[in-house]
């Protein structure tokens, strides 16, 4: 009986296991995804470095628009000098947002955590995963408040797949 539930148990079984990684990721079992839990992993392993200060950071502030907000930018490199975190982060004199994009050490773009906010207490929140190849794994969405005039869905252009390319050429002021 013991060993009929540790194979269970290993197995991914519903009675409390993780599912196995060859399972599609479903509203039900992704918080525990063995391929969700890889990507956090990564960030784990990001926010460690840089708590422990061994990435360089860099930050820039790219525009001011002239008294109605402004847009900044911020990147962790690893020894390598591999842009581990790439924060973008804009706002307004309603609005703003936040998008935090990590990086595996080959530089592929794995997580975003993206947050948004608006003068009347509407809110959101974008959790996006990205497998080896860039694919997007899984997104969690979340919004409060009253409703604000931003997009439903957190657009494919404004993920920074090739950080070192934002990096290098920032986006023009308007």
């Known amino acids: 009986m ?10 991914g079984a519903p009675d409390g296991g993780s599912p196995p990684a060859g399972e599609p990721i479903t509203k039900k079992n992704w918080l525990a995804h063995p391929k969700i839990a890889a990507v ?3 960030v784990q392993q990001n926010e460690d470095a840089i708590k422990a200060k061994g990435f360089k950071h860099q ?10 907000g402004e847009e900044s930018e911020a990147v962790d490199r690893d ?3 591999v842009i ?31 947050r948004r906010g608006a003068m009347n207490e509407s809110s959101g929140e974008f959790r996006i995963y990205f497998d080896e190849d860039g694919k997007r794994l899984w997104t969690d969405a979340r919004e409060k408040g009253p409703g604000y005039a ?3 869905d957190f657009p494919d252009a404004w993920l920074q797949k090739d950080p ?3 990096w290098k050429n920032p986006p023009p002021c308007e």
Do not use: I, N, P, Q
């Open 164 to 166: 070192e390319k934002a």
């Open 84 to 114: 581990r975190k790439y924060v973008h982060e804009v706002r307004t004199e309603d609005s703003g947002y936040r998008a935090e994009a990590h990086y595996d050490e080959k530089g592929r773009l794995r997580f975003v955590f993206a």
């Open 59 to 68: 930050e820039r502030k790219d525009c001011d628009m002239e008294g109605a």
């Open 79 to 81: 020894g390598a000098g």
């Open 150 to 152: 931003w997009m439903k």
């Open 40 to 42: 956090r992993a990564v």
């Open 2 to 11: 013991h060993v009929l539930l540790v194979l269970l148990l290993l197995s």
